[in-house]
């Protein structure tokens, strides 16, 4: 637990709770199975209402906004490793911020850092929010920039192998993945301009005008997403025309095999008749002659692909 007081403009960090000055303002976060231990500490101290209670105990799938008389209840939905969303809940109250991970992202870190290093960032609880909100950002841009490397990826294994089923089941299942993680980022940006819009008292006129930025940044990730179906999409077609080119490929050479061997099938058909009266199967060099003919066609029909280039 961080706490700011305004006067001194400095930070002291407590690990439990203790009643808060008119000059104070404290931040604390909670990580895995701990939000539970939230709920007496909401009870006797915060007083929130009933739908907070609820939230903070059951896991939310989805991004929202409660708003009340005197604090604010929401859920944003971090990413950890590329596709896993991890719920992030915040209360925000007159001079308090409280925050709540189901599992731990590096982020928080950040933020704490930032507030011990400059403490006047936590002034105000909507300075706290946004920077929350700015690291949540930042850290959807990181998974943006992961993502963007596995893709690249699944286009260089395109190239090496285009025959691969493997790569179609992987896009498939990273399209699923990237529409769901897709509309959670919208929502997200809904909830934002909402807070950006709103008359909140614990979002002052200075701070407001950072939840612009923030909103830039989400669409950046929407963006980004929105880009990702499209260059998946690519891959596909990518990997269906190397197909068709490499299977043209090879009709190509039986077609160009098979027009070589044509006239000497020919050849050997008249040749194979069991005619009684064949002048040619009598002759000494006969069978010398034939082969002669044959390789000469033979030599002659590749001589002419080579130089046509179609070899």
């Known amino acids: 637990m961080l706490i700011y007081d305004s006067l001194s403009q400095k930070i002291r960090t407590v690990d439990s709770w203790v009643p808060l000055g008119e000059n104070e303002t404290a931040w604390i976060h909670v990580t895995g199975e701990q939000p539970k231990t939230l709920l007496p500490f909401l009870k006797n101290w915060v007083h929130p209402h009933p739908l907070v209670i609820e939230n903070f105990s059951e896991r939310n799938y989805r991004p929202k906004i409660h708003l009340f008389k005197d604090h604010a209840f929401m859920t944003f939905l971090g990413i950890r490793n590329l596709y896993d969303l991890v719920e992030f809940s915040i209360l925000v109250g007159k001079n308090f911020v409280i925050t ?23 002034r105000h609880t909507g300075h706290i929010l946004y920077h929350l909100l700015d690291e949540l950002g930042e850290n959807h841009l990181y998974s943006v920039d992961r993502i963007v490397e596995e893709i690249q990826k699944v286009e260089r294994e395109v190239f090496d192998n285009p025959f691969s089923n493997d790569i179609g089941h992987q896009i498939f299942e990273w399209r699923n993945q990237i529409h769901e993680l897709r509309r959670c980022v919208e929502e997200e940006l809904e909830v934002i301009r909402r807070l950006r819009s709103s008359e909140l008292p614990y979002v002052d006129e200075e701070s407001g005008f950072y ?22 999409r690519g891959v596909i077609d990518l990997q269906t025309s190397l197909k068709a080119d490499h299977m043209n490929s090879i009709m190509k050479t039986l077609t160009l095999v098979s027009v070589v061997f044509i006239p000497i099938t020919f050849l050997a058909g008249i040749y194979g008749m069991n005619f009684e009266y064949m002048p040619e199967l009598k002759w ?28």
């Open 211 to 232: 939840f612009q930025d923030l909103e830039d940044d989400f669409n950046r990730v929407l963006n980004a997403f929105d880009a990702f179906k499209e260059q998946m």
């Open 284 to 311: 000494r060099y006969g069978y010398l002659g034939l082969w002669l003919i044959v390789l000469t066609i033979a030599l002659s029909i590749i001589t002419y692909f080579r130089k046509r280039r179609w070899w």
């Open 100 to 122: 709540a991970l189901r599992e731990p992202l590096p982020f928080i870190e950040n933020v704490r850092r930032n507030f011990q290093d400059q403490p006047e960032n936590m």
